[in-house]
């Protein structure tokens, strides 16, 4: 069956369960979106790992991406966002966005005092890219990253509101505190699920950006441009959102229930994906 090029799904990708956060907004803002999502689960975390390797894995979760006919692709990881997304989208001839720009164009919007604070992996911070972004739509504007490493597997913890993610986030945000800033972005897939801690942390005064809403509204005014938005609504898809893991699709499955506005039933594992290659195959 030949399906149309605006009823096909958009790909999205992430080093495993943190870019759910941004399925969710997709899901609730766009809601004719189908998705096949892929989650690296068998070699997250990708927040300490070199550009050339995120490089390597980015480009054959793409391969299989594109191997799924998805008409988009949505690189739902900042650090893969930062340290590949770039060199990539040369490589491609469907549309492909990031997190990290919609996030700092926002945190552009909302800023009075030009004081800015960025949090991520070690990874997305020392790319600098959410600094570049800023800085070319405000060069006024004062970038202050820190890298919040531990917050990762506190969220896989689910230790969402423990003493000991409250006392990891004091030690990593007094700093940027004292810093006078006004607008903290949450530059990691998983920071948005500490939204409380942080808020408690930083004060009411500070605003909190959230990537993954503004990657969702930037991917909605993208496919309207070029023409492939679906506007048949998903009513009859039986099954409009796919996921696929590179390990542990159980555990993934249960995460990703206690955070999608849907109940999904299966993820599928996929043994080699390492051979997806640059040809756009299996070698
Ligand atoms: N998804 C990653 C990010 O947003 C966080 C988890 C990891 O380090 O792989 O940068």
Request: proline fraction near 5%; hydrophobic fraction near 40%; charge should be negative.
């Amino acid at each position: 069956m030949i399906i149309a090029e605006n009823e096909k799904p958009i790909g999205m990708f992430d080093s495993g369960v943190g870019g759910l956060t941004v399925a969710r907004e997709v899901m609730r803002n766009i809601p004719n979106e189908r998705i096949v999502y892929f989650g690296d689960t068998a070699r997250v975390p990708y927040g300490g790992k070199s550009k050339d390797t995120i490089l390597r894995y980015s480009r054959q979760i793409v391969r299989f991406l594109q191997q799924q006919d998805v008409k988009a692709i949505v690189v739902a990881c900042n650090t893969a966002s930062a340290f590949a997304l770039e060199e990539i989208r040369t490589e491609i001839d469907i549309p492909m966005i990031g997190v990290v720009k919609p996030g700092a164009k926002i945190a552009c919007e909302v800023t009075k005092n030009n004081r800015i604070g960025v949090i991520g992996t070690k990874g997305t911070i020392s790319s600098g890219l959410y600094t570049e972004f800023i800085r070319d739509i405000n060069p006024c504007a004062q970038v202050i990253g820190k890298a919040c490493p531990l917050f990762v597997p506190l969220v896989e913890e689910n230790m969402l509101k423990d003493p000991v993610t409250v006392e990891m986030a004091t030690r990593y945000l007094s700093g940027l505190k004292e810093q006078d800033i006004d607008t903290l972005i949450l530059g990691c897939t998983h920071y948005p699920l500490l939204r409380s801690v942080i808020r408690e942390v930083v004060g009411e005064t500070v605003t909190l950006v959230n990537p993954a809403y503004e990657t969702a509204r930037s991917l909605k005014c993208l496919l309207e441009e070029r023409g492939l938005a679906n506007t048949k609504a998903l009513g009859d898809d039986s099954n409009p959102y796919q996921f696929y893991v590179s390990d542990a699709a159980d555990s993934f499955r249960e995460f990703a229930n206690t955070i999608l506005p849907v109940d999904i039933r299966n993820a599928t594992k996929i043994n080699n994906i390492e051979e997806y290659q640059e040809t756009g195959g299996t070698v």
